[in-house]
């Protein structure tokens, strides 16, 4: 998600130089974490149904997930506590507002599915103290029939600030280790509770993919915390999904594979505009790519630069080349989005409501294009419900 916003260039790291005592709490909060997980390192368990999807409300078959849209976000988006401010308040009535905004946006998703599969499913990738909230997201899948799917992981810099707990994490000697440890527990047992001191305590709202990204070059703290979701992945079979910034793709696929993590754990997301840092179409690039056996995911159309009209001319080529089996879609978009959040005060009434109805662009215009483009309902349903199954099964 790319409100549009940049303000991330005026403001400084201050918080990272003033906050030493932190810090040294944050290590502390670490090593316990370390502690704890010991005992937890475990695989995701076969219970001989075989792989699972693992959902907010509890773990289904891949069968069920019908069209899955692999990147949004909800019920909301709060980059607050990434320049150390607390988060926006989302209480009393208003909580119930964006529960119920973001239930009938589902709604609206669920009702364009006939003729198509099942329920439907969003991957919702909000990273750990970005606004990703376990309470509003369970209430918000329990009033909708769609799936859910939830994430765990650090975001990186490219936007904004790296938040300061995965920061202070990463920089100790063992914080690779660390940050591994985290989205391990947060994968097999809870997300944290992002209510409190920051992991101080934990939600039974598992994670079922891991969220990371990567600047337009990656950055140290970056390569840290996506070594330690590759090291994750390979301990509990979680898929990836990796946040692009005009480039970085290509970099993070080497990285993650030179861990020894499966391509085809591996998600390249936000492709379809200057993905190899320079040409606004790259086809080959793309290619490249798929090459490696990763998926390549084309999830903000709709955004300026990501056109419905045109998105078929970047598919295609893919489709030619014979990579229908590593295609994916999503909108990245989200209910509602805190607009000040480079502000110390808080107010509710800086909440906005960034899409009143996020979720159903995919299948009211850009099938209809694909379709036009000569792309088939087959080769449509492949990328829209066959291939989430395969990536998010684990
Ligand atoms: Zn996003």
């Known amino acids: ?103 009938s946006g589902l709604q609206a998703f669920h009702n364009q599915l006939d003729g198509w599969a099942k329920s439907g499913t969003i991957v919702e990738v909000t990273p750990i103290r970005v606004g990703r909230y376990p309470d509003l997201i369970v209430d918000m899948a329990r009033k909708s029939p769609v799936h859910v799917v939830g994430c765990t992981g650090f975001w990186g810099e490219a936007l904004a600030p790296m938040h300061l707990w995965a920061a202070a994490m990463l920089v100790q000697p063992n914080g690779i280790e660390q940050v591994t440890q985290l989205y391990v527990k ?35 703290l970056e390569r840290h915390a996506n070594t330690a979701a590759g090291l994750a992945c390979i301990e509990t079979g979680c898929p990836i999904s990796v946040h ?39 086809t080959d690039y793309h290619k490249q790519l798929a090459d490696l056996g990763v998926w390549v995911q084309f999830d903000r159309i709709g955004y300026p630069n990501y056109p419905v009209e045109d998105r078929a001319e970047y598919i295609r080529p893919l489709l030619d080349a014979g990579y229908e089996d590593q295609l994916l879609l999503s909108h990245d978009t989200v209910p509602y989005f805190y607009r000040t959040f480079w502000q110390e005060e808080k107010r509710e009434s800086d909440w906005w409501l960034f899409k009143e109805d996020p979720w159903t662009l995919i299948l009211s215009e850009v099938v209809p294009k694909l379709n036009e483009a000569g792309i088939t309902k087959r080769v449509v349903s492949k990328i829209l419900i066959d291939n989430p199954k395969k990536v998010l099964a684990f």
Request: no cysteine; glycine share 10%; net charge negative.
């Open 244 to 282: 692009t910034t005009d480039g970085g793709g290509l970099e993070m696929a080497q990285l993650l594979l030179s861990l020894g993590v499966s391509p085809q754990k591996i998600i390249i997301g936000h492709q379809g505009y200057k993905d190899d840092r320079e040409n606004v179409r790259a």
């Open 186 to 220: 947060e994968i097999t047992e809870g997300m944290e509770d992002p209510y409190g001191e920051p992991g101080a305590g934990f939600t039974d709202v598992k994670a079922g993919i891991i969220k990371i990204a990567t600047s337009t070059y990656l950055t140290a």
């Open 1 to 103: 998600m790319d409100a549009g916003n940049d303000h991330s260039s005026n403001i400084t790291r201050r918080d990272f130089v003033k906050t030493s005592s932190a810090l040294a709490v944050m290590a502390t909060l670490g090593e316990a974490l370390v502690e704890h997980s010991q005992v937890a390192l475990a695989q995701t368990s076969d219970n001989g149904e075989g792989p699972r999807v693992q959902t907010v409300l509890g773990p289904i078959s891949p069968e069920d997930l019908g069209v899955t849209l692999m990147h949004e976000h909800a019920p909301v988006i709060d980059w607050s506590e990434l320049y150390g401010h607390p988060i926006a308040p989302i209480e009393g009535a208003f909580r119930q507002q964006v529960i119920d905004q973001a239930a």
